[in-house]
């Protein structure tokens, strides 16, 4: 009897050995299989992340694959975290922030926008005036490497709207998540439906306006059409109802721009004022730099385009900016910038500076600067 119990034990036993032994290089096989899936899948998720470039694929398919890591790398490169093999560039662009190479900086981030970036509607917009200094603000802050700007106005908000927002956002430079997209389109300030439009569109908006003595901002937007349109009515004949009177005529474009008041009451419906940054549109001329340097503040950027970029070109009376190393000529603005302005009879200029004399006061005291245009 206690020999049977023996024998059965023993049959017990080894059978338990079995089924466990068995068991056990079962969980060992699915460990290894799965430990092998997880390291091919990592291997191809961290490929992914490196996100090689674009010459194994073509265009738009391919930048829509690569946009959501490619940002995610950027960003952690230009934060100074740690990025992958292949990635040293984005690190070489921080050191040269830190050394103050904005030309060099510029480039690079410019390239790896290009190749990483993604369109994105504008953070900020230069919306005026015409003849104020546009052209210049753009082209000054441009040399920051934190702001990718088009250089073409679009005319998207006054003359193109019904074309729709992706249509808009397909016109913009690529940038970076760190970089500000900024568009300029002066007719903006004096088109009324504009500020409804752009409030639509993001009411978080930057609004950039370069104002001017209105009086030489009639004379030189006159300067500009005659030299287009050399048949018209002289300035008098144009800016007067009655010149023996001192009647003004406000209707027409040149002088109606320069209320700068009555424009500007129509975008504090929808905008507050902290998000309005005035350029003065002299100031931009004998202290660029200064100016400059407040549209940085205004843009939340650091202070990159100082004295060092401007040197005051005495043949267009405009400052221009040095020529980067990159380049053997220095960059200065177009032949219609600093044209000399026909000559207007100092009667004339006396009676527009008291028309606009009230216009002037009242926007001084809304946006809490005298711009000292009397």
Not at 128 to 155: C, N, W, Y
Not at 210 to 238: C, G, H, M, W
Request: aromatic fraction near 10%; charged fraction near 25%; include cysteine.
């Amino acid at each position: 009897m206690a020999h049977r119990f023996l024998s059965s034990t023993n049959r017990f036993s080894a059978r338990f050995a079995f089924i466990f032994t068995v068991s056990l290089s079962c969980t060992y096989l699915c460990y290894s299989i799965l430990f092998c899936r997880s390291t091919v899948m990592t291997n191809r998720g961290y490929e992914g992340r490196r996100c090689p470039p674009s010459k194994n694929a073509g265009g738009k398919k391919l930048l829509g694959k690569l946009d959501n890591c490619a940002s995610l790398e950027v960003r952690s490169a230009l934060d100074g975290s740690a990025a992958p093999r292949g990635y040293s560039d984005l690190r070489d662009i921080k050191a040269t922030a830190s050394s103050g190479h904005s030309d060099d900086m510029k480039l690079r981030n410019m390239s790896v926008a290009q190749k990483y970036g993604n369109k994105k509607l504008p953070n900020a917009l230069i919306v005026g005036v015409k003849k104020g200094g546009t052209r210049a603000v753009l082209e000054f802050i441009r040399i920051h490497p934190d702001v990718r700007a088009l250089g073409t106005e679009p005319h998207f908000f006054d003359r193109n709207y019904d074309r729709g927002l992706d249509w808009y956002r397909g016109l913009m430079p690529r940038t970076l998540d760190s970089q500000i997209t900024l568009e300029k389109t002066p007719s903006y300030f004096v088109t009324k439906e504009a500020p409804r439009r752009i409030c639509s569109m993001s009411h978080e908006t930057k609004l950039i306006v370069v104002v001017r003595n209105p009086v030489t901002r009639a004379i030189s937007d006159y300067t500009q059409t005659l030299s287009k349109k050399p048949d018209i009515p002289t300035f008098e004949e144009l800016a007067f109802k009655n010149k023996s009177e001192g009647l003004v005529d406000s209707s027409w474009n040149a002088i109606r721009i320069g209320m700068y008041i009555l424009h500007l009451e129509n975008w504090l419906q929808y905008f507050r004022l902290s998000q309005m940054h005035f350029v003065s549109g002299e100031r931009l001329i004998t202290d660029p730099a200064g100016e400059m340097g407040r549209v940085q503040d205004f843009l939340g950027l650091k202070r990159i385009i100082t004295d060092k970029h401007f040197y005051f070109n005495r043949t267009k009376g405009f400052p221009c900016l040095k020529k980067p190393e990159s380049s053997s000529q220095p960059r200065c603005l177009g032949k219609s910038k600093g044209r000399t302005h026909v000559q207007i009879e100092r009667e004339v200029i006396e009676q527009l500076q008291e028309f606009y004399r009230p216009f002037n006061i009242k926007f001084f005291e809304t946006v809490g600067q005298d711009f000292k245009w009397d």
